[in-house]
């Protein structure tokens, strides 16, 4: 029994199977299978900058300084936080414009179409399929005609 016993501990210590339940893993690679609340954060950092507004432009930055606390040396996060005030400026640029092209009096208007209108081209659609159908005659040679 003192040899068995002896046999399953050198066993153990080089990695052989003793045939006992698995060993629980050792504490940092337990805590690398959990995510992290800078994971989270990067999730929704990104979730933001993707949503290409304003708001999550924002929203972005705000959370790139909490990631930078926990991750000081994240890259990615560092290289958008330089960017994201571009990008805010870029869609305030974009809504200006929108803004002054809808109150330019000169602006072509755009077109409108009446309930009338769409019952004529309905009926003329339906006329030139029934048209079609009957105008159209198929030529395609037979066997018979091919042998005269």
Do not use: W
Not at 64 to 87: G, H, S, T
Request: net charge negative; aromatic share 2%.
């Amino acid at each position: 029994a003192a040899e068995r016993s002896a046999q399953r501990a050198a066993d153990a210590v080089m990695g052989i199977d003793v045939g006992g339940p698995p060993p629980p893993p050792p504490p940092a690679q337990a805590a690398a299978t959990e995510l992290s609340e800078a994971d989270l954060l990067c999730s929704e950092f990104l979730a933001q900058v993707q949503s290409r507004t304003r708001e999550g432009y924002v929203e972005a930055l705000r959370l790139a300084d909490r990631i930078l606390l926990l991750e000081p040396d994240n890259k990615l996060v560092v290289e958008y936080q330089a960017l994201l005030p571009q990008l805010m400026a870029t869609v305030d640029e974009r809504v200006q414009e929108a803004a002054l092209a809808a109150e330019d009096p000169n602006r072509t208007p755009s077109e409108v179409s009446t309930d009338e209108d769409e019952e004529e081209d309905e009926e003329a659609v339906e006329i030139d399929e029934g048209a079609l159908d009957e105008d159209h005659v198929s030529e395609v040679p037979t066997d018979e005609e091919g042998e005269n």
